[in-house]
């Protein structure tokens, strides 16, 4: 039986259905990390990788979060033109050293153990924003 009313056959077309609370497309995938993704239109994908890359992190994490979210065609590829043609990316990428700085193999025991804490910006109608990951579940904060 489903859980969801929406998966009826009747509404679900080779893992397309509508959500029937937000009246919103999704996709169910078969990967284990996350089964119903949005599927975005041509005309919101751009405003959905700039939601996703917000941070200004590298492609591989902007597209872990873009696809655990969204669904569209060729969504690898936008990705990473996205993120390669970031104006911020390409301006500050020349002011970051060649080298990553030495990794210690800290592992933490406790939440907030072991963190990692950088200043982004400016970013556009948010200035800056301190982001906060914690190296025990992986998790960031935007603050
Ligand atoms: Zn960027």
Redesign the pocket.
């Known amino acids: 039986m489903l859980k969801n009313p929406s998966l009826k056959d009747s509404n679900n077309i080779r893992g397309f259905y509508i959500d029937y609370r937000t009246h919103i497309l999704m996709f169910k995938s078969h990967r284990k990390s996350q089964s119903e993704l949005i599927v975005v239109p041509k005309s919101l994908q751009h405003k959905a990788l700039d939601s996703c890359?917000i941070s200004?992190t590298g492609l591989d994490k902007i597209y872990q979060i873009v696809h655990n979210r969204y669904y569209w065609k060729g969504v690898y590829m936008d990705t990473e033109t996205f993120?390669l043609s970031?104006e911020?990316?390409i301006k500050n990428k020349s002011l970051m050293p060649n080298h990553a700085p030495p990794q210690s193999n800290r592992i933490p025991t406790r939440p907030g153990h072991y963190i990692s804490v950088d200043v982004k910006g400016p970013l556009p109608n948010l200035g800056y924003i301190l982001t906060v990951l914690d190296f025990l579940n992986m998790l960031s904060y935007i603050l």
């Open positions: 890359h200004h993120v970031c911020h990316c």
